[in-house]
């Protein structure tokens, strides 16, 4: 059993069907079909505002065009210093948006912070053409470690972001978590909050391969077809990610997943807790779990079979990490976690009790 990683998960029940339905007939191709157009409608009635879509079979591509779309080449983009776009994605925002460069936000935190952000954006140097200056605030929802933005939490850093003059870019690769972990209306961290684009990830969560680009601000839109078309992400078999975005997202399937996988987060730190020598580093707050192992105990689970990856040395925690005998490593659940892999952790710890 692994707990290493959402991507490993297989697909929803509901969204394999929808899929195999659209299989079987024909249809208009480069996302002009109806089952792209009905999942458009899908996202307005969620968000329950205008808007306009596209949809990409990853995260990386969501992203990188994304950001594209929000800056010009000479520009920066703020991120956190242990973001997704900044470690995991090679160098493809730079790629795509021509030349960006990507700058973490200092003092690194656990999380941004408005007033981090706006220190950080003062200490900047403005003597341009000379200095790079930022261009767009990326914040991921849920957070790299795993922590959920409340809306007055995205609101500020939107507001910090909107008086310098910055567009705001949200990585939601695991959005879904994190708005039934707040328990709000999805437009409340997000286009209620100030966020201009949000790549919306459906493939952690129960897709086969669908990530949706959704531009609250249409007019940022512009030329967004032939950024995908240039980039080789725009998919001639479109209805098929349209497709799995309409069942996700009928009748709040999308959400009942990430309930699920968060559920399970909150029951495999309690089995974690059981084991000796085990802390929890991050209260988890969606679907990812950091704990703070004994090296010893990293060593067993890894021995029976149990799948996590090591965390990064620099990752900022309330308790320190003693890196000579402990560990920090990431759990992630996902919508197909099942009790029986919840309770191979508790009866290890029961076993090593």
């Not at 039934?180 to 493939?203: E, K, M, N, R, Y």
Request: net charge negative; proline share 4%; aromatic share 6%.
């Amino acid at each position: 059993m692994n707990f290493g990683s959402d991507n490993r998960s297989g697909a929803s029940p509901a969204v394999l069907d929808a899929l195999i339905r659209e299989f079987s007939q024909n249809g208009a191709s480069y996302g002009t079909d109806e089952a792209t157009k009905h999942a458009e409608n899908k996202l307005r009635d969620v968000f329950d505002c205008d808007l306009v879509a596209y949809f990409v079979t990853s995260g990386t591509a969501a992203n990188c065009l994304a950001l594209s779309a929000l800056g010009d080449p000479w520009g920066a983009i703020l991120c956190h210093h242990q973001a997704h776009v900044l470690r995991d994605e090679s160098t493809a925002p730079e790629f795509l948006t021509g030349g960006m460069r990507l700058m973490p936000v200092a003092p690194f935190d656990v999380r941004l912070k408005a007033q981090g952000l706006a220190a950080h954006i003062r200490a900047m140097p403005d003597d341009g053409p000379h200095n790079i200056r930022p261009q767009v605030l990326s914040v991921a929802q849920a957070s790299e470690n795993g922590q959920v933005y409340a809306p007055d939490e995205v609101r500020a850093l939107c507001d910090v972001a909107r008086d310098a003059g910055l567009r705001v870019h949200m990585d939601g690769a695991r959005f879904a978590n994190a708005v039934v972990h707040l328990g709000c209306h999805p437009a409340d961290i997000s286009v209620g909050a100030g966020v201009d684009v949000l790549c919306l990830g459906a493939t952690k969560n129960g897709a086969v391969a669908a990530e949706a680009v959704i531009f609250f601000d249409k007019t940022l839109a512009r030329g967004f077809p032939e950024r995908m078309k240039r980039s080789g992400h725009l998919v001639s078999k479109g209805r098929f990610l349209g497709a799995q975005f309409g069942a996700w997202l009928q009748d709040d399937h999308w959400l009942a997943l990430a309930g699920h996988a968060n559920a399970r987060a909150q029951e495999l730190a309690t089995a974690l807790l059981s084991i000796g020598g085990v802390r929890i580093a991050l209260p988890p707050q969606a679907n990812e779990v950091f704990a703070v192992l004994p090296r010893q105990t990293g060593a067993q689970l890894a021995d029976a079979g149990i799948g996590f990856a090591e965390w990064y040395d620099d990752a900022v925690l309330p308790d320190r990490v003693d890196l000579d005998h402990e560990v920090l490593v990431r759990f992630v659940t996902s919508f197909s976690s099942s009790d029986t892999e919840i309770a191979a952790i508790s009866d290890i710890a029961r076993k090593a009790g």
